[in-house]
């Protein structure tokens, strides 16, 4: 493969940079690996603009040799990957940097020679020398990324909620909403993410993408998306603390539908307000939302929870841990407890034993050499799933993921791993 092919890594420059030119023909690779309609030249500035903002790192895979008459012309990768890296909360409000995968793309013509496996190793084994702990990805397909030591860490559903007469929220409100010109969420969008962000066990800082997305201002095709409308939620204090971004399906949608771009409340008051808001809205009968949590408090709060119709339960976050003892060590725990837990990683990254000792939630992580028995073993990939406290240990083992040469370790561990609330993540990537 050596001689075929070269790796390039690079980040995306100003417009007279060699990165640009590079990362114009790198989003063309994506696009061929994605089935994405061609870019137009606007969108492409656009997106690289936002690279540039998040400090993404691309890397493509070249032709090294002459391409065949007439195909993409060898400066076109045919594999591409990229990273980008923020905050991930661990629970308890803690913050640990994570290393973002994204964008993973190889050609058809060029599948199944190894270029997947080779770019994730070498970048995995990258971040790990440069003292990252975690890595991250959302995954199109569930059977990829186990093998390379990721496991399910958070989940999300779909939903489409009956705003119909039947839908009563036993909520007395504190706040109020009110309609704005989403164009403000451009702004504000990130200082309310930051609020939640603080709030949610799972949540991963957002991309640049994301304010220009929710606020109309960027569409898919580079264009601005003027169906976006926008609510606002003001606490008591008439501070802004929740929005939600949603769109109108048009008046051919039977029964009339809103669908939600983006929600995101910094309170629980302000999570059921934007509903009750939702509920409210004027010859609208449903409202749909793809990102929905799956632990949802709504349907606790609903008269009827059968308003809420949820489908394409799936995995969201997936969690690759790139240094055992760091990422234990991070961590705040619910119980206080010792497990000694044995990691198993082929990639060779984060194994070992590790002795985990919690004191008052505060943790002490150790290295074990010699030959002291584990309460229990696991794959690095089950690691990353229990990780956040969002999958059950007890469950892992009976599914024969996690073994526990210690009876009851795994509901010990069930204990020490809980978090605040449900694990969810806000940011797709
Ligand atoms: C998925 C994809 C990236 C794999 O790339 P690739 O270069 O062919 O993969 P490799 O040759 O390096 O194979 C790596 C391993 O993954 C396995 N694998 C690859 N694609 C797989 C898939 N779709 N499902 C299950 N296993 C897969 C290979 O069998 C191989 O296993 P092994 O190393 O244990 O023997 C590529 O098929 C692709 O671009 N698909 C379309 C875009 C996509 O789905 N991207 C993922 C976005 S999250």
Same mark, same amino acid.
């Given at each position: 493969?050596?001689?075929?092919?070269?790796?390039?890594?690079?980040?995306?420059?100003? =417009?007279?940079?060699?990165?640009?030119?590079?990362?114009? /023909?790198? &989003?063309?690779?994506?696009?061929?690996?994605?089935?994405?309609?061609?870019?137009?030249?606007?969108?492409?500035? =656009?997106?690289?603009?936002?690279?540039?903002?998040?400090?993404?790192?691309?890397?493509?895979?070249? !032709? #090294? %040799?002459?391409?065949?008459?007439? +195909?993409?012309?060898?400066?076109?990768?045919?594999?591409?990957?990229?990273?980008?890296? =923020?905050? &991930?909360?661990?629970?308890?409000?803690? !913050?640990?940097?994570?290393?973002?995968?994204?964008?993973?793309?190889?050609?058809?013509?060029?599948?199944? !020679?190894? $270029? $997947?496996?080779?770019?994730?190793?070498?970048? &995995? #084994?990258?971040?790990?020398?440069?003292?990252?702990?975690?890595?991250?990805?959302?995954? +199109? /397909?569930?059977?990829?990324?186990?093998?390379? %030591?990721?496991?399910?860490?958070?989940? /999300?559903?779909?939903?489409?909620?009956?705003?119909?007469?039947?839908? !009563?929220?036993?909520? +007395?409100?504190? %706040?109020?909403?009110?309609?704005?010109?989403?164009?403000? &969420? $451009?702004?504000?969008?990130?200082?309310?993410?930051?609020?939640?962000?603080?709030?949610?066990?799972?949540?991963?800082?957002?991309q640049e993408a994301y304010r220009q997305r929710v606020s109309g201002a960027l569409s898919k095709d580079g264009t601005e998306d003027d169906g976006v409308k926008c609510a606002l939620h003001y606490d008591a204090d008439g501070t802004v603390d929740g929005y939600v971004s949603y769109k109108f399906a048009g008046w051919e949608a039977k029964p009339p539908t809103v669908k939600i771009v983006d929600l995101l409340a910094a309170s629980d008051a302000a999570q059921l307000e934007l509903w009750q808001f939702l509920g409210g809205i004027d010859l609208v009968e449903r409202v749909s939302w793809q990102e929905a949590p799956v632990d949802d408090p709504l349907g606790w709060a609903l008269e009827d929870p059968r308003c809420i119709e949820a489908s394409d339960h799936r995995d969201m976050l997936w969690l690759r841990i790139l240094d055992t003892e760091a990422a234990l060590a991070a961590r705040r725990y619910a119980a206080d407890g010792t497990l000694v837990v044995r990691i198993l990683d082929g990639l060779d990254l984060a194994g070992g034993t590790f002795e985990l000792a919690v004191h008052d939630g505060g943790a002490t992580v150790s290295r074990v050499e010699g030959d002291r028995a584990p309460d229990l073993v696991m794959d690095v990939a089950a690691l990353g799933s229990i990780y956040l406290g969002g999958v059950c240990p007890v469950t892992l083992a009976a599914a024969g993921r996690i073994s526990q040469p210690t009876e009851g370790a795994a509901l010990t561990a069930r204990r020490m791993f809980g978090v605040e609330r449900a694990p969810h993540c806000l940011t797709h990537f």
């Open positions: 493969m050596a001689e075929k092919y070269e790796i390039r890594r690079f980040r995306a420059a100003e =417009k007279a940079g060699a990165g640009y030119a590079w990362g114009t /023909e790198w &989003l063309r690779g994506v696009g061929v690996g994605f089935y994405d309609d061609r870019h137009k030249d606007e969108f492409v500035d =656009k997106v690289l603009a936002m690279y540039r903002v998040d400090n993404r790192e691309m890397t493509g895979v070249y !032709q #090294t %040799g002459d391409v065949a008459a007439h +195909s993409l012309a060898s400066d076109v990768p045919v594999a591409t990957f990229a990273t980008l890296r =923020k905050e &991930l909360n661990i629970g308890y409000g803690r !913050q640990l940097p994570a290393h973002m995968v994204t964008a993973v793309t190889v050609r058809g013509t060029h599948r199944r !020679q190894g $270029l $997947l496996r080779r770019m994730m190793t070498e970048d &995995l #084994t990258a971040a790990r020398a440069d003292g990252m702990a975690i890595a991250a990805l959302t995954a +199109s /397909e569930a059977s990829i990324y186990g093998r390379f %030591g990721y496991g399910v860490a958070t989940f /999300e559903r779909s939903i489409t909620v009956d705003t119909g007469p039947r839908f !009563q929220l036993r909520h +007395s409100a504190t %706040g109020r909403a009110e309609i704005a010109d989403p164009r403000v &969420l $451009l702004d504000l969008a990130p200082e309310v993410f930051a609020r939640v962000h603080r709030l949610t066990p799972g949540s991963l800082g957002r």
